[in-house]
């Protein structure tokens, strides 16, 4: 009968040691991009923005000064020195980090075709503090289908009071810096009945620019087109009649 026996491991062997036991714990960057999963669905449902570059980059620095201290500490490095990091996560999302750059619309084609009008999709452009050339833009959240939808079906049958705000449009204006931001604190005074009375008067003004317009170049196509005028002493060129010529 062969006696099996297990001792203790030298610090030699610890050095090349990897646990593949059963009952292996996970390592802090598996902790961490766990909990990353999670606040990104998180803040995504909420469409607010969210940076995960800078929370990638923090964990690395974390955990490579934690690898250095294990290090000294053993010559080598032990899993359990490495506690998982205590992170804050709002940090990614919030305002005091992240600033509005622009708000475009896009042509959706796939859920254009399905209407008798074109459906421009709103996008939001964020940038995070202290990443990227200032003025540009590295992250984005888009706002629902739906309300893009009711948006352009407004303006298509001229029924302004369709028109609804998208979370992502209500969640963008708390990333508003500068002026931008004075005038979009004046514009929270007003209540949301206010809003939405000058949202139609907007569309009902675009409307009438646009029937206005039509109207103007249907008159300049009815009008009769003007011969030329000559100067005196020139002969106005007498154009011949059809028909046979006299011999």
Known sequence: ??????RK????EKRDFTDIGPHKRKDPKAVFLGELSKKRLEVSKKKLPFFKKAAMNDFDDYYKEEVKKSMRKNGYVDPTDIKPIKINWDKYSSPDN????EVTEVRDPQVSKKHPFDVFVKTFRYKYEGYGQEGFSNMSVMEEAQFAVRRA????????ELVKESLAEKQSKKYIRGESKEEEEVEQDITEEEADEREANRLIGTCLSKAKAKEEADAKAEEPTSFPTFPKGIE???VKPKGKSKK
């Open 9 to 12: 491991q030298t610090e030699d």
């Open 153 to 160: 079906r407004a303006d298509y049958e001229n029924k302004p």
């Open 236 to 238: 106005k060129p007498k």
């Open 1 to 6: 009968m062969v006696q099996e026996f297990f």
């Open 98 to 101: 992240i600033e509005l750059v």
